[in-house]
């Protein structure tokens, strides 16, 4: 890999880092409102809007000029998202914002990948951003899940600069400021991300065309075989994993008794997973055997009813593991055939617009549906076992899919071969 691919992969692991940081900072904020439990899903039910109102637009904006001026205008909303919840805007509306600039950057941060680099290389690429991602995921987590805590702010407030009065005089102040300077090094490495050469379409003005335009390629990903069943493979996992989680969260506090701080560690042990998962497919897995990593879906959504059955954190953490390998070796080859699929029916942009759309909206129904749950107090081991045996069917039912679709396409391979 070159070293334009490194600094691509500098600049959306700050951008994630301060995402996942800033989450746990926004929950810690709502915790302090004495906000109810259901807020705390509906921050990434905020989050994840725009990518689903804004997909027919975040696509072709994303494919209107060079994508490192995208990534590096996107990271401008997040840093303004930011500020907001800096100012005491609520954290609903303030996180929404950033969830704005996530949307915009999103198709440019695959997109790229699809422009600079030959699809040999797309699953590599692939578990190298996801565990990348990952990483980002364990350390914004477990850095939001440290700055929350009342022994590091008391010693952070406590240190003042020579001269400078900076004016930070509580925890959420200074947890903002941290996120927003993570922001600041994510959009200085945009700068140096490399220009491809692609030609670049002009943004059409008409939103009827671009509404036109998006679905037109949301059908088109949908009609390809390898596109629908890859497309229904990260549309569940995404969802899936969002909510995860927060059951992760509720879990930790129901059974283990364990408060916010620590509830985000045991976010980062899942995500650890993912990164060892994700390794290990861009490893073991080509973009040829890419759909063989199906059935580790449905084995997914049986780890985590096993949860409920989990009492010892030891034994809890070597599941949560377990869980995460599973998640990261079967989404990433996944994620690299629907790029690929993507990028050849359409263009990387549009293709990745109609990903984050599809995966937003499972996001969206699935944090949605947890938040009512949990309102209508039904026990976290029900909602545990529900949604494991949801994931599962879901994962047997895109099997087969992607089987009958095979036995379709090996009829009329022997028809084919009859007729010659």
């Known amino acids: 890999?070159?070293?334009?691919?490194?600094?691509?992969?500098?600049?959306?692991?700050?951008?994630?880092?301060?995402?996942?940081?800033?989450?746990?900072?926004?929950?810690?904020?709502?915790?302090?409102?004495?906000?109810?439990?259901?807020?705390?899903?509906?921050?990434?039910?905020?989050?994840?809007?725009?990518?689903?109102?804004?997909?027919?637009?975040?696509?072709?904006?994303?494919?209107?000029?060079?994508?490192?001026?995208?990534?590096?205008?996107?990271?401008?909303?997040?840093?303004?998202?930011?500020?907001?919840?800096?100012?005491?805007?609520?954290?609903?509306?303030?996180?929404?914002?950033?969830?704005?600039?996530?949307?915009?950057?999103?198709?440019?941060?695959?997109?790229?990948?699809?422009?600079?680099?030959?699809?040999?290389?797309?699953?590599?690429?692939?578990?190298?951003?996801?565990?990348?991602?990952?990483?980002?995921?364990?350390?914004?987590?477990?850095?939001?899940g440290t700055m929350i805590r009342p022994d590091f702010s008391e010693r952070a407030l406590a240190f003042d600069f020579p001269i400078i009065d900076t004016g930070i005089d509580t925890t959420p102040e200074m947890n903002l400021l941290i996120v927003g300077g993570l922001y600041i090094v994510a959009a200085l490495f945009n700068l140096y991300v490399p220009d491809t050469g692609v030609d670049h379409k002009p943004l059409k003005k008409n939103p009827v065309y671009l509404f036109h335009e998006f679905n037109h390629c949301l059908k088109l990903l949908w009609r390809d075989k390898l596109g629908q069943v890859s497309l229904a493979v990260t549309t569940l996992f995404w969802g899936a994993g969002a909510t995860l989680q927060f059951i992760v969260i509720e879990w930790a506090k129901t059974v283990l008794d364990y408060d916010l701080s620590k509830a985000s560690m045991l976010q980062g042990v899942v995500a650890i997973g993912v990164a060892f998962g994700a390794v290990l497919a861009a490893k073991m897995i080509t973009l040829r055997k890419s759909v063989r990593v199906i059935p580790l879906g449905i084995a997914m959504g049986i780890g985590v009813m096993l949860m409920i059955v989990v009492r010892d954190i030891w034994a809890a953490a070597a599941l949560l593991v377990l869980i995460g390998v599973l998640s990261g070796f079967f989404v990433v080859p996944m994620n690299a055939l629907l790029q690929h699929r993507g990028h050849i029916l359409m263009g990387a942009g549009h293709s990745i617009a109609v990903q984050n759309f599809n995966e937003n909206l499972s996001i969206l129904i699935m944090t949605g549906m947890y938040s009512v749950l949990l309102k209508s107090g039904l026990h976290i081991y029900w909602v545990i076992a529900m949604f494991g045996l949801f994931v599962a069917s879901a994962m047997w039912l895109v099997k087969g899919l992607h089987e009958k679709n095979q036995r379709a396409h090996d009829s009329v391979s022997q028809l084919d071969d009859a007729r010659h």
């Open 1 to 144: 890999m070159s070293l334009g691919f490194y600094i691509i992969m500098a600049a959306q692991f700050f951008s994630a880092l301060a995402d996942n940081a800033l989450l746990i900072a926004a929950i810690a904020i709502l915790r302090d409102m004495q906000a109810p439990a259901e807020y705390g899903p509906l921050l990434k039910t905020s989050f994840t809007l725009s990518y689903v109102l804004l997909a027919a637009f975040v696509g072709a904006f994303a494919d209107s000029m060079p994508k490192w001026r995208v990534m590096f205008i996107s990271n401008g909303i997040k840093i303004f998202g930011c500020a907001l919840m800096f100012f005491d805007v609520h954290p609903l509306i303030a996180y929404a914002v950033v969830g704005l600039g996530a949307a915009a950057y999103s198709p440019a941060k695959y997109g790229i990948l699809t422009e600079y680099l030959p699809h040999r290389q797309l699953v590599v690429a692939n578990g190298w951003i996801e565990g990348l991602t990952v990483m980002a995921i364990i350390l914004g987590v477990v850095l939001g």
